[in-house]
């Protein structure tokens, strides 16, 4: 069937139902899929439970309920369907609604009613993009949850590797925009922290452009702003990108441009596309864009509070808002600890990868991301893979990867890369997306885990 037939299938299996149980991620891209189908199907007049997971295993399966409802997984299940199908699952009874790579039950086993974009060459869209198509087919006043999709598809990086979003995901930021819930700046510069970071820590901190004088080093972004005339509003309290008039934008613009240029650095992710929400208050300046939305709804699920993101996505600005904004503050305290870590201790270095084992110092929820923001310091033109303790299981080990879009461009994709590694260990789950994935394993398979990516790496650099 086409993509368009696998909705409308999972839209008629929706109406049928009275009661439906949603198992969702707990990530950006999982809580705002969760909130898109959880208000879609109350408009419905289906009554809704839902359960958070942070992946798919017999120990979380065994935390569904076992009732008659309509079971919908989101983020989550297209790579599981045998557990499932092990589980007791009604495939006619269960929806996945997933972007990640497809792996069928065993020959004799009935098909899941399965909402993949994978599955049909829609690469960069996230989950969350097919919640909302699901809800649009079911009634287009659905529309208004644009905004959650493309919060989504941002969180899980759909739209890193172009700089903006693309395919399906750009008809869905259509929709945003049509309904006044989205407002597109094309083409801006490329930094993250629009709404709420001072000036000079966003251009301090871009992973995507090498500044000489600003990068890694706010005080030297500082005086270069000074130079060009872009001053503190008052002492040392920096406007946010998000303030500057046009002809200010344009002044940093003009002068980055310049300084790049004169030291021969790439420009060529000098400009990226942002997704600013208007109807958010400014005194709430967190919500104001899709990437740091997305930062708080991470913050809530990695520190086990995803409902507190969902209530966020549902409108909650008081309670849950002000809870958000304290777990947001310790999330990236801990995420620069990880990054300062890895930066301080140093990584080992292969030839196709950097690896470090940080033990149980960090949770295990938040050490991918640290690594992601570290890599910058450390060599990007290889991937980074970071280890931990499984919180959930201590005789196990986390395993997540991360690498930059321009080594992704040259054939790396670490989603197969894990995935291939898992085939040769017992006990071994892996899966992701090209440029950042993760694993558990056993702890005695570490060494020879880590071998046998770095030789994946290296047939795909071949």
């Keep these: ?17 009275e009661e439906i149980t949603i198992i969702s991620h707990i990530d950006a891209d999982g809580i705002s899929s969760e909130s898109i189908l959880a208000q879609a199907l109350l408009r419905q007049g289906i009554h809704i439970t839902t359960k958070f997971v942070r992946q798919l295993d017999p120990l979380t399966l065994d935390q569904i309920p076992d009732d008659s409802s309509l079971k919908i997984f989101s983020d989550l299940g297209s790579g599981q369907q045998q557990m499932l199908i092990e589980k007791g699952l009604d495939p006619s009874r269960t929806i996945i ?11 004799g086993s009935d098909p899941f009613i399965e909402v993949n974009c994978l599955n049909h060459g829609h690469e960069k869209m996230s989950a969350a993009g097919v919640s909302y198509l699901l809800a649009r087919e079911l009634d287009t006043i659905n529309t208004d949850l644009a905004k959650l999709a493309i919060i989504g598809n941002v969180g899980d990086m759909m739209d890193r590797e172009h700089l903006c979003l693309i395919g399906p995901a750009r008809e869905i930021l259509r929709d945003g925009i049509t309904s006044g819930a989205v407002e597109l700046w094309e083409h801006d510069l490329n930094i993250y922290g629009i709404s709420t970071r001072p000036l000079p820590q966003s251009l301090a901190y871009s992973d995507d452009m090498e500044i000489p004088g600003v990068s890694r080093d706010p005080d030297g972004a500082g005086k270069f702003l000074e130079r060009i005339g872009i001053t503190p509003l008052q002492p040392n309290r920096w406007p946010v990108w998000e303030d500057l008039s046009f002809d200010q934008k344009q002044q940093v613009c003009s002068a980055v441009i310049e300084q790049m240029m004169a030291h021969g650095k790439d420009t060529t992710r000098l400009f990226a596309d942002h997704y600013l929400f208007p109807d958010e208050d400014k005194h709430q300046a967190s919500l104001r864009n899709a990437s740091e939305f997305a930062t708080m709804l991470n913050s809530c699920g990695r520190w086990q509070r995803p409902e507190l993101g969902g209530a966020i996505c549902r409108g909650d600005r008081v309670a849950a808002y002000r809870e958000a904004e304290h777990m947001l503050r310790n999330h990236r305290t801990k995420i620069r600890e990880v990054m300062l870590y890895i930066t301080d201790t140093g990584v080992t270095e292969l030839s196709h990868m950097l690896y470090i084992h940080v033990g149980g110092r960090f949770p295990d929820t938040i050490v991918g991301i640290g690594a992601g923001m570290a890599l910058s310091r450390l060599n990007p033109e290889k991937p980074i893979l970071i280890m931990c303790e499984d919180s959930l299981d201590p005789s196990m080990t986390k395993v997540s990867m991360r690498t930059r879009p321009e080594v992704v461009s ?6 197969q890369a894990l995935s291939q590694a898992c085939e040769g260990h017992e006990n071994c789950s892996g899966g992701g997306h090209r440029i950042a994935a993760g694993a558990f394993i056993p702890r005695d398979h570490e060494r020879a885990f880590i071998e046998d990516v770095n030789r994946i790496l290296a047939q795909q650099y071949a």
Excluded: K
């Design 410 to 415: 040259r054939g790396v994709d670490l989603q």
């Design 1 to 17: 069937m086409s993509f368009e037939e696998d909705i409308r299938a999972a839209a008629d299996a929706v109406r049928s139902c």
């Design 97 to 107: 609604i997933d972007h990640h790579v497809s792996q069928p039950a065993e020959m």
